[in-house]
T-cell receptor, first 113, second 115 residues
């Protein structure tokens, strides 16, 4: 079974600074997708960024980028120029052939003004 | 707004009772997924339906059941409720079941409290 591990229960960053959230996963599949979801206090699950495992190029969405290391099974999220609105729980998720999402336990990000 | 609707937003009930959670997927989406978010278990996949048929099962208890109707809305039925069933229940939808990078769009969730 696939597993996703987020080793940082909590992180904090100063406004306008950069922060990196870590995620590792375990799978025997060769084709899969990885996602970062944001869950603000409203509890809505919002997709931040996604990465196809067959793509070598790291995904980027505005201030959000990933460092995808397939051999190491690592998928970290970098948030640049952090904003107060970035404060939330961040979940790393895996999607393989079964189509369901497997989530990590989450990282609570605090942004300090 | 993801386009996925869930009702009710909040539900408070007693142990031993039965409740039904409802989900309407985005227009045109054929796949519906149910997830449970609890403090101790985190976010867990429960069950998936595609165009009315059960597609995949996860860590869903026997006391729980679901179905997807011809109009594609889905219902999650929880019976003989226990305190530990208190959680946030999410429904998500995606366009198709073919293995792809189709994003799953999440509804706002139903907060279930069992007293």
């Amino acid at each position: 079974a696939q597993t996703v591990t987020q080793s940082q229960p909590e992180m904090s960053v100063q406004e306008a600074e950069t922060v990196t959230l870590s995620c590792t996963y375990d799978t025997s599949e060769s084709d899969y997708y990885l996602f970062w979801y944001k869950q603000p206090p409203s509890r809505q699950m919002i997709l931040v960024i996604r990465q196809e495992a067959y793509k070598q190029q790291n995904a980027t969405e505005n201030r959000f980028s990933v460092n995808f290391q397939k051999a190491a099974k690592s998928f970290s999220l970098k948030i640049s120029d952090s904003q107060l609105g970035d404060a939330a729980m961040y979940f790393c998720a895996y999607q393989g052939g079964s189509e369901k999402l497997v989530f990590g336990k989450g990282t609570k990000l605090t942004v300090n003004p | 707004d993801s386009g996925v609707t869930q009702t009710p937003k909040h539900l408070i009930t007693a142990t031993g009772q039965r409740v039904t959670l409802r989900c309407s997927p985005r227009s045109g989406d054929l796949s519906v997924y149910w997830y449970q978010q609890s403090l101790d278990q985190g976010l867990q996949f429960l069950i998936q339906y595609y165009n009315g048929e059960e597609r995949a099962k996860g860590n869903i208890l026997e006391r729980f059941s679901a179905q997807q109707f011809p109009d594609l809305h889905s219902e999650l039925n929880l019976s003989s409720l226990e305190l530990g069933d208190s959680a946030l229940y999410f429904c998500a939808s995606s366009p198709r079941t073919i293995y792809s990078v189709d994003e799953q769009f999440f509804g706002p969730g139903t907060r279930l409290t069992v007293l």
